[in-house]
């Protein structure tokens, strides 16, 4: 069996607690990784871009997002820095272990 | 980290919020679990035993200083990844845990545990995990004047 993170989802039952409600949210997720938490509350906000400037764990992420979250996330190999030209663009932003 | 906690004040929309998700400077156990029961075998060392947390946590409080954010809620976390076994659980560290090691000692007794525990058992790293939220406010950019003035 791989390596299994969080099964007793501690990690999304306190993201729940700190950002409420995500509908009609447009979020920005910041070191996303291969979208382990992305796909945890995804479904719940208007759009979610989600940004790492390693491009291999993005590419794992394109492989491994489920396909209802296709339209509703934008996953980018990038970082904060090239986001610039879109300014007050998001509701929620997530530092994800990035910081 | 503070210049990234103020492109990220830029990119937020007025009264936007900051969730902030990194670990904290608690050590982080070694567990051998088996039949409900969970034995320590030691902790995770890291090269820079947590200094990088700490200055997630000072890089935060600088930008509330600022008026940037406004703090309004934290809390801590357990993140919890468990492995078969204790060569999965390394490779996995090393993959995606910069600066982490399990000292020889600490493996050592940890495949101790796990043979006289049998073949259900599993390993795990438990990490005690801090959120925290802020609040965009707004401010006046370098040089404006103030409306009032």
């Known amino acids: ?99 | 980290m503070v210049h990234a906690l103020q492109t990220v004040h830029a990119l937020l929309a007025a009264d936007g919020i900051l969730v902030d998700i990194h670990p904290s400077r608690v050590p982080a156990p070694v567990e051998v679990h088996a039949s409900g029961r969970i034995a320590i075998a030691g902790v995770v060392v890291e090269d820079e035993d947590g200094i990088e947390y700490d200055r997630a946590d000072r890089a935060l409080d600088e930008v509330v200083r600022l008026g940037l954010f406004g703090k309004e809620r934290h809390e801590t976390f357990e993140f919890v990844r468990y492995a078969d076994t204790l060569d999965e659980l390394l490779q996995n560290l090393a993959e995606t845990w910069e600066g982490a090691h399990i000292p020889e000692d600490t493996r050592a007794r940890a495949r101790t545990q796990m043979e006289a525990a049998g073949p259900a058992a599993r390993i795990a790293v438990r990490e005690t995990v801090r959120i925290a939220r802020v609040r965009k406010l707004d401010v006046p950019a370098p040089g404006a004047s103030h409306p009032g003035l």
């Open chain 1, 1 to 99: 069996m791989p390596i299994c993170f969080d099964p007793e989802e501690h990690e999304v039952a306190a993201f729940d607690r700190m950002t409420g409600d995500l509908a009609g949210l447009r979020v920005l997720e910041v070191g996303c990784g291969d979208g382990r938490l992305t796909w945890r509350y995804a479904r719940r906000a208007a759009g979610v871009l989600a940004i790492d400037p390693d491009r291999d764990a993005i590419a794992v992420a394109r492989e491994e997002m489920p396909p209802d979250l296709a339209g509703r996330v934008e996953l980018r190999g990038v970082g904060l820095e090239e986001l610039l030209a879109r300014p007050r663009s998001f509701d929620l932003a997530i530092m994800s272990w990035s910081l």
